[in-house]
């Protein structure tokens, strides 16, 4: 029996049920609406006259109730059933009947408002472009492509400020239009944008207005729609965006003429790896990024900066999701990347530096840092991962002891390091050396992809090319780090990189985070479990719940050494897990199947 059948009011659940399930199918916001309306209607035992009468319930607003008011209006409709009456019309009759004061007029019911954005602002602007995709499709935009279409609706800027004293842009009206649940958004690590079911009906009223007022000042055929025009789906030579999540998965076309559209998928290998987009080599700089941690001391923030600025170069500090030291090609024209589809004007390079001072490093060590600091590294992407130690040989006094203590300790994590990783370690002997360091790296750089501003330098002297990995069609990994080591097979001088904001929402601690990568981190939170030991559990047992499910499976003694039998294959010694961690882990996991 479903639950409709056995709900006092079957009808409106069903409705409710229906709108549930294409919430989810569409990853709206709306989900967590309809599911609370849905559990209110189920549990009610109350046989409803009218979808009116259930306001009282929670989670059922006047606009849900009006909606199913209108869905029992064409269901009566279509089956010649006669529409109950809304029972506050049936009680204003009856007060009117009864000799109530005429004087007085009945209290009007107060139908909520459409939100109707203000004539070219912002959100007017971004509804319109998100309009102008097929509503019946999954096609959504991203945040520069929705830029760029929703400039022509708007009087202000999307990207620049209208106030050089504050940071407002009209894309900061995008949070009112997520906030009121008009757009969601989806995907990772680029985010995606579409209009909810409200959100189009907003989208029609704006255009129903516009053609009205334009029937009004405009006669037919006596010119071309303006860009302001909303009936206008393109300006000039601008892309359609209505094929962007087509399954052909092309790019779409630049501005310039000159430039052919590119082809993200090669649907002649069978392996379907994305076809990259090479960089011309004299289109972007190297540059040096530093972290906004990496100081001196906390009043002397600005030494690092200052020291590369006297070696000549110039480093742009900011927050860096994983690493504290990066080199990205800047481009010399802002909108390079604008013609594939992308935000920013920066590509990752393949070097990234983790530099730790020697107390800094135990303590990492200590409270697991080091591990998961490694995990975000590999997770990354970047192929050439450099551990810079800094005053490995400790002289001072009051750290010596713990030198000697923890000697063992760091000889074992460097050892990890280099040959287990695969990272190459770096010794500096204090922070000095390190700034000289990321300059000589810097200048290797910039020989290599031959930007150097060196006169002398010529574009046979380039060492290596850089490609670009659209974000459109990337995932994360493992089809990431899969790509990614097909292509650097194909072309080891070739350096594949993907867009910086790309890059921070791949190697961020939560926001693109998979189910593997979350069960990884919660197997490195038990002591002795490292980042390969936790590879080879998750391998044996995909998810949490598939490791719940087998120590329930199994009685007490065996859940101690559950994992230490199935790991006994291993021919790497350093992977294998002894029968006391097996039993640590059986008491974290285990704990709920006993």
């Given at each position: 029996m479903s639950n409709s059948e056995t709900c006092a009011n079957p009808l409106l659940l069903?409705?409710?049920?229906?709108?549930?399930?294409?919430a989810r199918e569409r990853n709206t916001k709306g989900v967590t609406v309809y599911k609370k309306a849905y559990e209110s209607m189920k549990a009610c035992p109350l046989v409803f006259q009218h979808p009116s009468?259930?306001?009282?319930?929670?989670?059922?607003?006047p606009k849900l109730c009006e909606r199913l008011t209108d869905k029992l209006k064409d269901y009566c409709n279509e089956n010649g059933l006669p529409m109950p009456e809304d029972p506050r019309t049936v009680k204003a009759s009856k007060r009117k009947s009864d000799g109530a004061d005429d004087s007085q007029p009945a209290k009007k019911t107060r139908k909520p408002k459409t939100y109707a954005p203000a004539l070219r602002s912002g959100p007017y602007a971004l509804i319109l472009a998100l309009g102008n995709l097929d509503e019946n499709s999954n096609q959504s935009m991203t945040k520069a492509q929705l830029i760029e279409q929703a400039q022509p609706?708007?009087?202000t800027s999307f990207t620049a400020p209208s106030d050089p004293t504050k940071s407002f842009t009209a894309w900061n009206s995008m949070k009112t239009l997520l906030t009121k649940e008009l757009v969601y958004t989806q995907g990772h690590p680029l985010?995606?944008?579409?209009l909810t079911e409200e959100g189009w009906e907003v989208a029609k009223a704006i255009k129903k207005t516009a053609q009205k007022s334009n029937q009004s000042t405009l006669s037919f055929g006596s010119r071309e729609p303006t860009a302001n025009d909303?009936?206008?789906?393109?300006?000039?030579?601008?892309?359609?965006?209505?094929?962007i999540d087509t399954e052909a998965g092309l790019l779409p076309q630049s501005r310039s003429n000159d430039l052919p559209t590119q082809t993200i998928f090669d649907e002649d290998?069978?392996?379907?790896t994305p076809s990259p987009i090479p960089i011309p080599p004299n289109s972007f700089t190297v540059q040096l990024i530093l972290d906004t941690r990496e100081v001196r001391t906390s009043k002397d923030r600005d030494y690092i900066s200052n020291e590369l600025i006297r070696k000549g170069i110039t480093p742009e500090v900011r927050a860096l999701e994983v690493g504290d030291t990066m080199w990205v090609a800047k481009f010399?024209?802002?909108?390079?990347?604008?013609?594939?589809?992308e935000e920013g004007d920066e590509v990752m390079l393949d070097w990234i530096v983790e530099r730790k001072r020697l107390d800094d490093l135990i303590g990492s060590i200590k409270d697991g840092r080091f591990h998961e600091q490694k995990f975000r590294l590999r997770r990354s992407g970047i192929k050439n991962v450099i551990y810079l130690i800094e005053e490995f040989a400790i002289t001072h006094e009051s750290n010596a002891a713990a030198a000697q203590k923890y000697n063992d300790m760091v000889a074992s994590a460097i050892a990890q390091t280099e040959v287990v990783n695969g990272y190459f370690v770096k010794r500096t002997k204090n922070l000095d050396d390190t700034i000289r360091y990321l300059a000589r790296m810097t200048f290797l750089l910039r020989n290599m992809y031959n930007t150097s501003p060196s006169p002398s330098s010529s574009p046979s002297q380039a060492t290596h090319t850089l490609s670009l990995l659209s974000t459109r069609n990337l995932s994360i990994s493992p089809t990431y780090q899969q790509t990614l080591s097909t292509l650097r097979t194909r072309n080891p001088t070739t350096t594949y990189g993907v867009t910086f904001p790309t890059f921070c929402a791949i190697a961020s601690k939560s926001e693109a985070l998979t189910l593997r990568d979350i069960f990884l981190k919660m197997l490195m939170c038990t002591r002795g479990v490292s980042g390969d030991k936790a590879l080879e559990i998750q391998r044996q047992w995909a998810t949490p719940q598939a490791f719940i499910r087998a120590f329930e499976a199994l009685g007490e003694k065996e859940r101690e050494t559950m994992v230490a039998d199935r790991m006994t294959h291993?021919?790497?010694?350093?992977?294998?897990?002894?029968?006391?961690?097996?039993?640590?882990?059986?008491?974290?996991?285990?704990?709920?199947a006993a």
């Open positions: 069903g409705w409710i049920k229906e709108w549930l399930e294409q009468e259930a306001q009282q319930l929670n989670g059922l607003g609706y708007c009087d985010k995606k944008y579409s909303p009936r206008t789906t393109q300006r000039g030579n601008l892309p359609d965006y209505r094929d290998t069978a392996d379907s010399h024209d802002p909108l390079f990347l604008r013609q594939y589809g291993l021919m790497v010694g350093r992977k294998k897990i002894a029968k006391v961690l097996s039993k640590k882990i059986a008491e974290v996991w285990g704990m709920e």
